[in-house]
T-cell receptor, first 114, second 112 residues
Framework: EAQVTQNPRYLITVTGKKLTVTCSQNMNHEYMSWYRQDPGLGLRQIYYSMNVEVTDKGDVPEGYKVSRKEKRNFPLILESPSPNQTSLYFC???FGQGPNQPQHFGDGTRLSIL | QQQVKQSPQSLIVQKGGISIINCAYE??????FPWYQQFPGKGPALLIAIRPDVSEKKEGRFTISFNKSAKQFSLHIMDSQPGDSATYFC???????????FGTGTKLQVIP
């Protein structure tokens, strides 16, 4: 089954404790992206990647890191999480990026940082 | 600063009615305008999308109307059904479709 898998789905942690949210897709997609969803703000793009070793900043990259060492994986790293990073996070992928290249989203990771 | 402004925040429509969600943008560099549908506990899913050189696109009961001069676009859901109850996001892409900016979302409830 074609899917985007995020882990963990839920996490409660404390300020300053490094964490990684993994994202994996099995569709051989080139493009991957991370978003955070907050009430009243919609989804905001954190980082995106056009291919292995090619990443770029979205609208809200501060406090986050990403890496793309393999095509299928695009982990999101919070080196020193803070309470303002409490949010619902989505990973997405697509074969390319453009018309007729729909993004496939994972089911989300809910992070609570105390 | 929200680059894509979406309204209304919430919408209640009777079954069989027309649901209309509006979006406006300022950035003329936007090059593609998708709409996403999101059900509770799930990630968004692409519903329909339009390029800026097209004024209208229809897929089944869903229609996008696009007004380039006014920098506005809207989603119309005809014959709305309870199964359409979800949150809808408009979006716009730039940078060769790589950067995606979303609206704030509209929670639609279709009542029987």
């Amino acid at each position: 089954e074609a899917q985007v898998t995020q882990n963990p789905r839920y996490l409660i942690t404390v300020t300053g404790k490094k964490l990684t949210v993994t994202c994996s897709q099995n569709m051989n997609h080139e493009y991957m992206s991370w978003y955070r969803q907050d009430p009243g703000l919609g989804l905001r793009q954190i980082y995106y990647s056009m291919n292995v070793e090619v990443t770029d900043k979205g609208d809200v990259p501060e406090g986050y890191k990403v890496s793309r060492k393999e095509k299928r994986n695009f982990p999101l790293i919070l080196e020193s999480p803070s309470p303002n990073q409490t949010s619902l996070y989505f990973c997405a992928s697509s074969f390319g990026q453009g018309p007729n290249q729909p993004q496939h989203f994972g089911d989300g990771t809910r992070l609570s940082i105390l | 600063q929200q680059q894509v402004k979406q309204s209304p925040q919430s919408l209640i429509v009777q079954k069989g009615g027309i649901s209309i969600i509006n979006c406006a943008y300022e950035n003329t560099a936007f090059d593609y305008f998708p709409w996403y549908q999101q059900f509770p506990g799930k990630g968004p899913a692409l519903l329909i999308a339009i390029r800026p050189d097209v004024s209208e696109k229809k897929e089944g009961r869903f229609t996008i109307s696009f007004n380039k001069s006014a920098k506005q676009f809207s989603l119309h859901i005809m014959d709305s059904q309870p199964g359409d109850s979800a949150t809808y996001f408009c979006a716009a892409t730039s940078g060769g479709y790589q950067k995606v900016t979303f609206g704030t979302g509209t929670k639609l409830q279709v009542i029987p």
